[in-house]
């Protein structure tokens, strides 16, 4: 695996609050200690109880693993499940595929890997769509051509956990293939299951989130953190939703987002007149779900650099997945508007 580390730039100044990017989701061996049927029973009762609590709370959102086989599996038991699986797909709360299967690396083929790449993104597309994220979590190692392939198929960004070198020592990377070919990479800090006992004793989870911050700190800095919640054959609690918002309610200065790893890895920018200071209560919502511009590079709410119309600073940037590499009010922009415009420079992450 061949490595750059990102700028440090893109951690620049405190972001209020932090935020936990909470993503539910379960690791599904389809054959381990246990033969493949009694395996598949399972999953049908998770993915049942997961259908029925993703349907009673549209709050819930769910990463099934990175393997369309989860879901033949299931429908063949389960035929009516398919259309229950779509609407969820298509409100953006379920997130499958690309791939048709989680393969070891090392025990098959390249062509095996494309083709697998390739029937599951086909698959996924049928019920929806497809995750587009090179979801490889539990390989023993990495062949120096993933990255090139996951770019011939379209695929920006990849996960992983094993086969990392110990030269990462940040949550986002670029992996760099043979060619030259690139994707952004997200290092899961701790496994795929690193947030899989964060919510085991609900009444400790405010103080338990800040721990888990803190502790992520070397990784992420003051960005935003992941935090896989799930594990081997797991499905999320049925009171997820509001644990979560008991946690929020409790603190500040961490806000706990519950996601699909799609919505967490793909860039986002909102810009433009907001009518209201970044610390006015109503954009609240606002920067709990996204990284203010201005203040990723240092400057602060209240900092004459960024008055926008007249004193006040009232146009704004935000963003998710993206590096700030500079932002500022275009003072030589005149009068032709009672609103300055803002600049930013932004870019994918790692910058």
């Not at 030259?180 to 290092?187: D, H, I, L």
């Not at 999320?236 to 008991?246: K, M, Q, T, Y």
Request: with cysteine; net charge negative.
């Amino acid at each position: 695996m061949t490595a750059s580390l990102p700028a440090t730039g893109a951690d620049r100044g405190p972001v209020s609050p932090t935020v936990i990017h909470l993503v539910p989701h379960t690791h599904w061996d389809r054959e381990w200690y246990e033969p493949f049927q009694v395996f598949r029973m399972r999953l049908v009762e998770l993915v049942d109880e997961l259908l029925d609590s993703m349907e009673a709370d549209d709050r819930l959102a769910f990463t099934l693993d990175g393997q369309v086989a989860t879901v033949d599996d299931y429908v063949e038991v389960r035929p009516a499940g398919r259309a229950r699986i779509e609407r969820l797909i298509a409100e953006g709360r379920l997130a499958i595929g690309p791939w048709q299967i989680l393969m070891d690396e090392f025990l098959v083929s390249g062509e095996t890997i494309v083709r697998n790449l390739q029937t599951g993104w086909h698959a996924a597309e049928a019920l929806g769509a497809a995750m587009p994220v090179g979801y490889l979590p539990d390989m023993f190692g990495h062949v120096a051509q993933m990255p090139q392939i996951l770019r011939r198929a379209g695929i920006g960004h990849a996960v992983v956990w094993r086969g990392v070198p110990a030269a990462i020592d940040r949550h986002a990377f670029a992996w760099r293939a043979p060619d030259g070919s690139e994707v952004r990479t997200e290092y899961l800090v701790g496994g795929y299951g690193n947030g899989a006992y964060l919510l085991a004793i609900p009444d400790r989870l405010a103080d338990k989130v800040a721990r888990y911050v803190e502790a992520g700190r070397a990784f992420y800095g003051n960005r935003s953190i992941l935090a896989m919640y799930g594990t081997d054959h797991a499905v999320p609690s049925p009171r997820l939703a509001e644990i979560v918002a008991d946690a929020n309610a409790r603190r500040d200065d961490i806000v706990v987002r519950i996601e699909t790893l799609t919505r967490y890895i793909q860039p986002v920018i909102v810009a433009g007149d907001f009518n209201a200071p970044i610390t006015a209560a109503e954009l609240a919502p606002l920067a709990a779900s996204f990284e203010e511009a201005f203040a990723t590079i240092g400057v602060a709410p209240d900092d004459p650099r960024r008055q926008t119309c007249g004193s006040a600073a009232i146009d704004h940037v935000q963003t998710r997945g993206l590096a700030t590499r500079a932002c500022r009010v275009v003072e030589e922009a005149g009068d032709a508007s009672d609103h300055r415009p803002v600049a930013a420079d932004l870019a994918i992450l790692p910058a």
